[in-house]
């Protein structure tokens, strides 16, 4: 706790005044929210003392901003709802940072406690709604403890798993008076980003998971979003490269390792290049930071049973949850790779040497898997089919660039097919609940984050109807993104889900075709509608060109159900129709 006196404020303010002035201390990047009456004196503090406040159009944005610009930084992402339909309009978006571990701190109003359960004005039992959705749910009774709370608030968002923090702030805490002393505004400065706490794991785990790894033949890492939530990319390069490993990730941990890597086999679980197959034949399961659910898994159909697994996670409880564990190992992902490092160094060269035919299996496996897509990544057709539109991204984007992927549609192709140029959180989906409409605010969010690096968002057109009347936000804001809206007038997970399961029969699937770039345009904003495939390179270049406000690529894509997801899931059709069923 290194802030000077002359940082901390003193003398009598209201609670809203002490919350923005912690803010400040503890450096609060842009906060996303709508005000109301409640939290007038927060409002009121955040210009007088410096914070950058930008109002929302739907407080679930100003959530899903917040997260994004949590995963480019590891920074608590900020944001704040009202009383009532403000707080309540916050739970999708805290639940994605929940299930992604994504640091938040959320602040929400409340009602007078002189007159609560009287029926005031948007009253809600929200404390109740909100707790299950947030890592901590903090109530603040008196004013006099705001900086106590908010140094908790930080202390509990980047800790272990990283997660959201909620502040529930009654009116007459927020708008209350009380005497402060500089001593009370002070915060741990190893608190303001994650991870701030690191755990190594048990010694004698670490060496019986040596021990499995140096007789294995053929191990593989299989990682997920905890890489980046530990800043573990140069660990994991390092044990991969040293000791010839072949590593395949979630759609959160794309980019553990570079894509370009040699060692990198791609995603595996539910969509997969090569990675599925070389796990069927593994010996040796190595799996950082990644909770082995449904998705990474196929429906728990991978891995074999038979394969040893070595799982390292900083949530213990994770441990042996979905499947049995030969090694369980409690501990930061970086830290735990660390020990791997050191515990192996001895034998790296000679299990690079024994390992040199099985790695030699990846290129050409990456070639035949490349020659049978080549027809789609380079198809001329009309409407673009989303293979190309993935391989355009792949050929036209910087290495620096971030691509911000919404649920559904867009976030399966492009976890599959796009490529990261090198290590660290690059492509930033919204896995933790996986809702669509996240790709615009996020893409917000990861521009105010990195405003000198290309931004480019891609989402569905049914998500960016959700989420379109904060295009304005992001044309306020300065954001110069890029938003790609993936055009087939229908909500096109769920149409390709009815083609292969209802033989065709189509319910509630179809939207009506817009033109998002003329609408874009009316708002002020960059629009260019992409038809030809030909076009989608030059107009990508154009977006990425325009650094004050977003430009609106409307890429109108493939109609055709069967052609609308990478590959469908027979396993997991038969399994829905069995559940349908029963």
Not at 306 to 326: F, K, Q, S, Y
């Amino acid at each position: 706790m290194s802030q000077t006196l002359q940082n901390r404020p003193s003398g009598t303010m209201t609670g809203g005044r002490a919350l923005a002035e912690m803010l400040r201390i503890a450096g609060a990047g842009p906060m996303f929210g709508m005000g109301g009456f409640q939290l007038l004196p927060f409002y009121d503090a955040v210009g007088l003392v410096g914070l950058t406040h930008h109002l929302i159009n739907d407080e679930r944005c100003g959530a899903f901003a917040a997260d994004a610009y949590a995963r480019v930084t590891n920074r608590p992402g900020i944001c704040d709802g009202t009383t009532g339909p403000g707080a309540t309009n916050l739970v999708t978006g805290l639940i994605e940072s929940l299930n992604g571990g994504i640091p938040i701190v959320a602040i929400a109003g409340n009602t007078n406690r002189t007159h609560s359960w009287k029926n005031m004005t948007q009253e809600a039992r929200q404390v109740e709604i909100l707790r299950p959705a947030v890592k901590e749910l903090i109530r603040i009774e008196l004013t006099s403890r705001v900086p106590e709370l908010v140094r908790r608030a930080f202390a509990v968002a980047t800790s272990g798993r990283p997660g959201p923090v909620l502040l529930d702030i009654p009116e007459d805490v927020a708008h209350g008076l009380h005497d402060f002393s500089p001593e009370d505004f002070v915060i741990d400065e190893t608190t303001l980003r994650a991870p701030a706490r690191r755990i190594r794991p048990d010694r004698s785990g670490v060496e019986q998971a040596a021990r499995l790894i140096a007789k294995a033949k053929r191990p593989m890492l299989l990682t997920g979003g905890g890489v980046h939530l530990s800043e573990a990319w140069d660990a994991l390069t390092r044990f991969a490269e040293a000791h010839a490993i072949p590593v395949a990730h979630t759609m959160s941990g794309k980019g553990g390792i570079a894509c370009s890597n040699p060692l990198n086999v791609g995603l595996f679980g539910r969509y997969s290049r090569i990675a599925n197959d070389m796990i069927e034949q593994a010996d040796c399961l190595i799996v950082v930071g990644c909770k082995l659910g449904e998705i990474a898994t196929k429906r728990f159909s991978l891995p074999p049973a038979h394969i040893p697994i070595i799982h390292l996670d900083i949530v213990a409880e994770e441990l042996g949850r979905c499947m049995p564990t030969e090694v369980p190992l409690w501990g930061d992902a970086r830290a735990g790779l660390e020990d791997f490092i050191d515990a192996l160094s001895d034998s790296a060269a000679a299990a690079r040497t024994a390992r040199a035919d099985y790695v030699a299996e990846i290129a050409p496996r990456m070639k035949t898997w490349e020659d049978g897509a080549s027809e789609r990544l380079n198809s001329p057709d009309r409407p673009v089919h989303m293979a190309r539109l993935c391989r355009e991204l792949n050929r036209t984007l910087p290495e620096d660039a971030l691509l911000v992927a919404d649920g559904g549609f867009a976030g399966h192709w492009t976890g599959l097919l796009y490529d990261t140029k090198t290590a660290g959180r690059t492509f930033i989906p919204d896995r933790g609940f996986a809702s669509i409409g996240y790709g615009l605010p996020g893409g917000m969010g990861a521009c105010l984050a990195a405003p000198d690096r290309p931004v480019v968002a891609i989402s569905g057109d049914g998500g960016f109807n959700m989420t379109l009347g904060d295009l304005e936000t992001a044309r306020r804001a300065g954001c110069g993104l890029s938003v790609i809206v993936v055009n087939n007038a229908a909500s096109g997970y769920v149409k390709a889900l009815q083609h292969a399961m209802m033989g065709g029969r189509y319910q509630s699937a179809d939207l009506i075709e817009m033109d998002y770039a003329a609408i874009a345009r009316t708002m002020g904003c960059g629009g260019i509608r992409v038809e030809d495939p030909a076009d989608l390179a030059p107009a990508l270049r154009r977006g990425m060109e325009e650094r004050d406000r977003p430009t609106v690529i409307d890429v109108v894509v493939t109609r055709d159900p069967s052609q609308m997801l990478p590959a469908v899931d027979n396993r997991l059709v038969e399994i829905k129709k069995g559940d349908r069923v029963a």
